[in-house]
């Protein structure tokens, strides 16, 4: 059986974080606002796996109002994510996301991004297509106010 899912994310930047993006530290001026650490490309690839599998959402299975995922790094979300579409007898196909952000400019970073997330979920990095893009100063990301990113997701059984 195969199974396809979607994922969005949206974070406002905020002074006095660190921007993490991919599971990996982005050199910023700003990070994003959240009350994990706001990586908003693992939290929409959590999303679309969690959907793919049906199994609600990353605010459903690691609430944002929990101690326990306060200040958690995403990527502890995206293992667990894994184990409970393991328990269900999923394997993750391919993820296919884009990162829409004015700045800091990302191209430089997807292949640590790659390497960091391929790591955690067990495939080959090949498998993770992260694509950046801005929205030519249009929106909120435009006005470099915030980050949006989005995942599709295959998973078989």
Known sequence: MIRVGFGMDVHRFAAGRELWIGGVKIPYEYGLDGHSDADVLIHAICDALLGAANLRDIGFQFPDNSDEFLNIDSKILLSRTCKLLTEKGYRIGNIDAT?????????????????????????????????????????????????????????EK
Do not use: C, F, W
């Not at 829409?100 to 430089?108: C, V, W």
């Not at 297509?129 to 989005?150: D, P």
């Open 99 to 155: 990162v829409a952000a004015q700045a800091p400019k990302l191209n430089p970073h997807i292949p640590s991004m790659q390497q960091a997330m391929a790591a955690v979920m067990g495939v080959d990095a090949d498998m993770v297509s992260i694509k950046a893009t801005t929205t030519e100063k249009l929106g909120y990301e435009g006005r470099k106010e915030g980050i949006t990113a989005y995942a599709v997701v295959l998973i």
